[in-house]
Structures are given as C-alpha cells and as structure tokens.
C-alpha cells in the first residue's frame, strides 16, 4: 500500500522557517522524483520545488528560489522541504508529490500559515 505522510507544517510569523516532512512507503522511494506541490485558497495547486531520483538535481519555483531547499534521504524513505523567511503569500496547504513515468502518489497535505 502506498503512503505518502507529510508532517511540519504550522503557524509561523513572517521570517521564520518551517520544515516539512514527507515519509514514503509501499513503493521503491529512491527511483521516483519527489516534489513539494502547494495550493492557497481559491488557487491551484502549483510546483514548489523537486529533487530527482539518482544524483537528486534540484528545481524550484521562482516564489521560492533562495528560501527554500528541497532534500532528500533515500535510507529514511523521507523527502524534506526546508523553509525560510516565510513570507504570507507561502500560505497554503503543501502537498508531497512522487513521480515515475505514468506513475505518481500524493500526501494528504500539510497546512502552513504564515502570519502575524
């Protein structure tokens, strides 16, 4: 059975950081692309950030480049989305994404506020 478990999200003030969690099980973790999705109210969901299976190249939306690093740990089977200087427009629940060819899993979704 696949999972995908994302944990770290919260209230946070503008400035501060997150980091976010995504545990992954029933699938071969290390040969999938993992991404970190988000969707604010009223939005659609967009691309913030991905880490590629094998060497683990990185990209990230343009929102998030210099704040936020994705990492990942293949013997933990966990993908991380470390987040600084929050700012109140990265507010929005943040979704856990695994990709392989036609094949793709996402979590249940992590809220984050940012807010004073």
């Known amino acids: 059975q696949v999972q995908l478990v994302e944990s770290g999200g919260g209230l946070v003030q503008p400035g501060g950081s997150l980091r976010l969690s995504c545990t992954a099980s029933?699938?071969?973790?290390?040969?999938?692309?993992m991404s970190w999705y988000r969707q604010a109210p009223g939005m659609e969901r967009e691309l913030v950030a991905t880490v590629t299976s094998g060497i683990g190249n990185t990209n990230y939306a343009d929102s998030v480049k210099g704040r936020f690093t994705i990492s990942r740990d293949n013997a933990k089977n966990t993908v991380y989305l470390q987040m600084n200087n929050l700012k109140p427009e990265d507010t929005a629940v943040y979704y856990c994404?695994?990709?392989?060819?036609?094949?793709?899993?996402w979590g249940q979704g992590t809220q984050v506020t940012v807010s004073s």
């Open positions: 029933g699938f071969a973790f290390s040969s999938y692309a």
């Open positions: 994404n695994a990709r392989r060819a036609w094949n793709a899993f």
